[in-house]
């Protein structure tokens, strides 16, 4: 048995990157793309259950995580930018025959789904974001409230160190955020696997630098000629992490980025893909059926 028992697996060659991806269904496509540390294995409980619900679901490591490869870093870190990972996942959906699909998007990974339905708007039906506000919102909001509790964005941007320190004992480092009874056991030892090698945790801090630089001037540019996104918008956010918290209603955020959003807290932590499949699932499928519930601005 494997961690997506009965998907199939695909490597597509984006011709930067080779990215590994899980699928499996019929009907409309949904792409689910994973956050750091994870890989695509952590939708290993939601995936399944959309796919009773008719979808064709589609489980990408985004480039550098897991299985998928990252071409070396450059001096700008845009090799790791959420354009070029969001390039990746629309070449991967076309190599599955999908010109437009819904995409989903949890932590690191709703970072590359707002960058793709930004740059190819055409392309995406319905958008799911999960636990998140836009990096450049994130940074213009810096307290010590969001240093403290955030502190691993700065500390991950810094050059090499975190490569030594993380290298040194690269499960002991992730361990306390990584327990096997919540993930999974298969999903927990994926994890492992793909933390302890050394280019897939450069190409994870590399998303943490882009995203301090690269990726905070696109979304800087965007919001200077005023893009939006096009497509129906979902958020969902933990209600036992820290998004409210620090910023209240994310909804209020969001709908300066969205031309339609809705959504709602989960009663869950942060990884709820995990922890609150069941839950994370119905509010995506009555979400992509065009059902809506709880708040919403348009």
Known sequence: MTVFDGFSTTVVDTGEAQIFVWHKGAGEPVVLLHGHPRTSATWHRVAPLLVDRGYQVICPDLRGYGRSTSPSPRSDHSQQSKREMADDILAVARHLGHERFHLVGHDRGSYVALRLTLDQPASVDRLVLMDCIPISEHLRRVDAGFATAWWHWFFFAQPEIPERVINADPEGWYR?????????????????????????VRSMLEDYRAGLSIDREHEEADRRVGRKIESPTLVLWSLRDDLESLYGDPL?????????????????????????APAVASAMSEFLRGETRASSFS
């Open 252 to 276: 209020t955020i969001w709908s300066d980025w969205a031309h339609s959003v809705t959504g709602f807290g989960i009663d869950s932590g942060h990884h709820m893909a995990a922890e609150a």
């Open 176 to 200: 306390p955020k990584a327990d096997a009874a919540t993930m999974g056991d298969e999903n927990h030892a994926e994890l492992m696997d793909a933390v302890r090698t050394p280019s897939v």
